[in-house]
């Protein structure tokens, strides 16, 4: 008996096409960054206004200028475990389009740690994925747009981003910075080029944030990520 199946070479419709006009479900994910930087409100804040318009326009020169879709390996991380259970929150929360978009491209994603070395502790808590940049998929190297994604009870350390300027989104799960407010789904904070931060999150949910780098090409295409030196490392050495 012929097996239908057998016949001919499948097409495959999870394979990326070259340019991410042939690639609707980039092109909408895209789409929902710039809703994001377009619609929010910038709280009265010049600084957040004006990064705003910058990540804003970056991503209009992309759609206008139909890159490349590089051929990124999907890969998982143990935090990974908590996507599911995130895309369920996120769909019933301020940012359920995005969360949803995301979903649909969730087979694609490259999930890594971008630190040499990670704490032990932290490889089962964190990982991120880019969405757009010098690596792809969409390639840009203007910014770099993505998700990072936290178990419950994560304390992410102390770190800052040399020349450049980062700004979260939350798309679901509650966070708090630097020991300071509650964030929520729908909240954007704004962290300028060196500025130390640490995260925090909730105890119950895991915490999906979306987020964009804008700095120099040459800075996000080697961004050299590590963690800050501790308070009490840096009391040791005497400094
Ligand atoms: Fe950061």
Redesign the pocket.
């Known amino acids: 008996m012929t097996d239908p199946y057998h016949l001919g070479a499948a097409p495959d419709l999870t394979c990326d096409p070259d340019h991410l006009a042939d690639s609707p479900s980039w092109i909408y994910l895209l789409r929902e960054f710039q809703f994001l930087y377009r619609d929010g409100s910038d709280g009265g804040s010049t600084a957040i206004r004006s990064h705003r318009k910058r990540v804003r326009e970056a991503i209009s020169i992309i759609l206008d200028a139909n890159p490349a879709i590089l051929s990124r390996t999907p890969s998982v991380q143990p935090v990974t475990a908590h996507l599911p259970r995130a895309f369920d929150l996120g769909r019933r929360a301020a940012l359920s389009s995005m969360s949803a978009a995301l979903e649909r491209v969730s087979d694609r994603l490259t999930w890594e740690f971008g630190y040499a070395k990670v704490p032990k502790p932290l490889e089962k808590k964190y990982a991120y994925c880019e969405v757009a940049g010098p690596q792809g998929p969409i390639h840009s190297d203007r910014l770099i747009l993505g998700f990072v994604l936290f178990a419950p009870s994560t304390t992410y350390p102390q770190?800052?981003?040399h020349d450049i300027e980062?700004s979260?989104i939350s798309v679901c799960g509650a966070w708090s910075e630097n020991q300071t407010a509650v964030y929520a789904p729908g909240s954007l904070i704004l962290?300028s080029a060196g500025t130390e931060?640490r995260i925090t999150t909730g105890r119950t949910d895991p915490c999906l944030l979306a987020y964009a780098w804008i700095g120099p090409s040459e800075r996000l295409a080697a961004p050299a990520m590590k963690f800050s030196r501790s308070s009490k490392a840096r009391t040791r050495e005497g400094i």
């Open positions: 770190h800052s981003h980062e979260y962290n931060h």
